[in-house]
């Protein structure tokens, strides 16, 4: 199985920062991309940004410019450093990785449980 573990999430006012971090780890062969989701009270989950086993990245357009997602492979772990808040990024941030936990077979998604991040504003 596979492991995704969440941290750095919190209270900041706007206009502040804040970094996650997601940690992968059980039995991993290679991990393809790893992103991070959001989800507001009342609506649905949607993509924040992610990044491949090679580095390129894709944002949403609503955080391009104050949002930088990062990896570090030696690791299994992404980080989303996030500048600029808005009280329209308060969520709650799920890490999501494919992973491959066999060599020649297809990877499977994984979820981290959550960590709530809350811009006041």
């Known amino acids: 199985q596979v492991q995704l573990v969440e941290s750095g999430g919190g209270l900041v006012q706007a206009g502040g920062s804040l970094r996650l971090s997601c940690a992968a780890s059980?039995?991993?062969?290679?991990?393809?991309?790893m992103g991070w989701y959001r989800q507001a009270p009342g609506k649905q989950r949607e993509l924040v940004a992610f990044?491949?086993?090679?580095?390129?990245?894709n944002y949403a357009d609503s955080v391009k410019g104050r949002f930088t997602i990062s990896r570090d492979n030696a690791k299994n772990t992404v980080y989303l450093q996030m500048n600029s808040l808005k009280s329209e990024d308060t969520a709650v941030y799920y890490c999501?990785?494919?992973?491959?936990?066999?060599?020649?077979?297809?990877?499977?998604?994984?979820w981290g449980q959550g960590t709530q991040v809350t811009v006041s504003s």
């Open positions: 990044i491949t086993s090679g580095g390129t990245t």
């Open positions: 059980g039995r991993i062969f290679s991990i393809n991309t």
């Open positions: 999501h990785s494919m992973v491959t936990t066999r060599w020649l077979t297809a990877p499977n998604d994984y």
